[in-house]
Every structure is written in C-alpha cells, then in structure tokens.
C-alpha cells in the first residue's frame, strides 16, 4: 500500500496512526469542497439580485453552509491531527506576514 503520508513533521507530532480511517477523511474532504462550493454559489446568487427576499434567503443558506465547513473542519482535525497541526502552522505563518 502506498504511503502517501510524508513525514515533513520531525517534532513527534506526525502519527499517521492517528487517521482513524482514510476513507472518512477523503469523504469529510470532499464534503468539505462541497459546502464551500455552495457558499460560493449562494454569493454568486446574492450578488445577481436585486430581490431583498431572495438575498435574505439566500444570505441565511449561505450562513448555514459556512457553520457546516466549520463542523467538516473540526471532523478533519479529530479525523487527522497531524494536518490540524500543519493547518495551524499556516494560519500562524499567514497571521505574522499580516503583520498581527
């Protein structure tokens, strides 16, 4: 079987023991690219309106999809930790180029 895990983490966090099951996290993945597919469809929506009904409506849709790529990412942490601790590891790089 292919070993597709590189281990570019020398700090002990790296346990590719820890994916629960790769499947899981390949659908939790995909349902990931889902939702953020719908947030992108619903602005396209709102921003090619001028219904305010459908903007509301839309808004709140749009709203719900993005709490479900929260709760899809915190299944990609538990599901992998190593890749929470990569994931941090750019949030931060990112945070001091933003000069925060």
Known sequence: MFNYFFNGMNNGTFNPESVVD??????????????????????????????????????HIRNEELVH???LLGLL???APYQ?????????????RRGT
């Open 22 to 59: 790769f499947d899981t996290l390949q659908n939790a993945r995909r349902d990931l690219i889902g939702e953020i597919g719908a947030v992108i469809q619903y602005d396209d929506h709102l921003h090619k309106t001028n219904v305010e009904l459908a903007k509301e409506t839309w808004i």
């Open 69 to 71: 790529v929260g709760e």
């Open 77 to 79: 942490c538990y599901l």
């Open 84 to 96: 929470k601790a990569l994931i941090e590891k750019g949030l931060k790089e990112f945070e001091e």
